[in-house]
């Protein structure tokens, strides 16, 4: 797993930083020190994938968002700085500790008020949200990769027609097309991209920024 766009040059990759988002303070920060967190700043999203999430969800007009795997909070952050005041993100996580890094964060940012997070298994908050019929417009999937088949059943039922499932770390860090890494998270993100790929009641592109994000459009 990374938290940059690892199938660039370096430079590339720097320049792309410079030039291409601009990243508010507020996010800066927290990535700064999530960073200070060595064994896990990793699993953070990239800067640069934070205003391409954006861009979408300004783009949608996208007022709910469901969110598994939350952390230290920047891909949420993110997310709710783009939504309107009456947007709503609903985040899971199961670390008490790195979600009150979070809270902290989005207090500060002022869009608290924003973010229902959810501490508890994502997949046992995907089953309350069903029993509830609550509909969604983005859903960011992000949390524990062996789940990532489940994670993705559940989404495609609770993302509305023309919503939009977007699927992180689907390039593994390039594991996935490797064949002599067999690992366990590699096998379960390798099966989810043949069964979206296969799966005809969505629209689907794959795109190489940070770790791959797949997206995926309900039809
Ligand atoms: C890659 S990190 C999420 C990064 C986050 N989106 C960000 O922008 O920093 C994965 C998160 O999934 C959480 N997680 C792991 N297993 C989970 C589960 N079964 N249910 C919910 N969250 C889980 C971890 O605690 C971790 O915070």
Redesign the pocket.
Known sequence: ?SNKTSFLADDLHQYMLQHGLREPDILCQLRKE?ATMTNFAR???APEQAPFMQMLLRLMGAKRVL??????????L?MALALPEDGQIIA????RD??AIAQRYWQQAGVAHKIDLRI????E?LALLREQQQQFDFI?I???KD?YPNYYDAAYELVRPGGVIAI??VLWGGAVADTSINDNPTRKIRALNEKIRQDTRVEISLVPIADGIFLVRKC
Do not use: K, R, V
């Open positions: 797993m999530t699993m953070q999203t969110e598994l795997g939350t952390f230290t909070g920047y891909s949420a993110a899971c996580d199961i670390n790195w979600t508890a298994p994502a997949l908050t960011f992000d949390a524990d789940n992180d770390n």
